[in-house]
């Protein structure tokens, strides 16, 4: 069964500028969570998609959005880039819904690595 | 706040020692913890998952303890191989409004010959 696949896996931006990224999820499953990763701090919770719907939103501005396809495949995107969006964003896959509260596992992709200049 | 504080930072050990790696959180109420292994570029790998009443798992050479009443929970690696080398995530599940994750911020350790 082939995991988690994220696209691209690098990229690099100037200030004020657009990116979306893609995530497919593993085979089946229809839960969908985007987080941010930045040195020295811990993944931090962006948003949880589940058949196609928006399940949960974590304290992020409104520059970073997200859908998902019914395919369960999600894009994510941050308009007007700043410096400190620099960061590895992961995308994780789970069989359900609410994998942030229950005992599902998550399964995460290898990331896109975020550069903002 | 609901906080996972983990220590030590970072920790270098020779291949074949044993370490242990120490989480604290303020989380409450708590649902699980989760230890998970990320390599680097690579995203998280789930090692263990315990619920509050479970006090230890393992997983090969991997052991989780969790006490749930002074809020701190270990990974243990025994007999250290050059492929442990990774962060450490410690991750605890709250019951709140929001249902959301609270990921530490790691422990990177790195194995030498």
């Known amino acids: 069964k082939a995991g988690v696949t994220q696209t691209p896996r690098y990229l690099i931006k100037t200030r004020g500028q657009q990116v979306t990224l893609s995530c497919s999820p593993i085979s089946g499953h229809r839960s969908v969570s985007w987080y941010q990763q930045t040195p020295g701090q811990g993944l931090q919770f962006l948003f949880e998609y589940f058949s196609e719907t928006q399940r949960n939103k974590g304290n992020f501005p409104g520059r970073f959005s997200g859908r998902q396809f019914s395919n369960s495949r999600s894009e994510m995107n941050v308009s007007t880039l700043e410096l400190g969006d620099s960061a590895l964003y992961l995308c994780a896959s789970s069989p359900t819904a609410g994998a942030l509260s229950s005992y599902n596992e998550q399964f995460f992709g290898p990331g896109t690595r975020l550069t903002v200049l | 706040k609901n906080q996972v504080e983990q220590s030590p930072q970072s920790l270098i050990i020779l291949e074949g020692k044993n370490c242990t790696l120490q989480?604290?959180?303020?989380?409450?109420?708590?649902?699980?913890l989760r230890w998970y292994k990320q390599d680097t570029g690579r995203g998280p790998v789930s090692l263990t998952i315990?619920?509050?009443s479970e006090n230890t798992k393992s997983n090969g050479r991997y052991t989780a303890t969790l006490d749930a009443d002074t809020k701190q929970s270990s990974l243990h690696i025994t007999a250290s191989q050059l492929s442990d080398s990774a962060s450490y995530i410690c991750?605890?599940?709250?019951?709140?409004?929001?249902?959301?994750?609270?990921w530490g911020a790691g422990t990177k350790l790195i194995i030498k010959p």
């Open positions: 315990m619920t509050f």
């Open positions: 991750v605890v599940s709250g019951v709140d409004s929001n249902y959301q994750l609270i």
């Open positions: 989480c604290n959180y303020t989380v409450s109420p708590f649902s699980n």
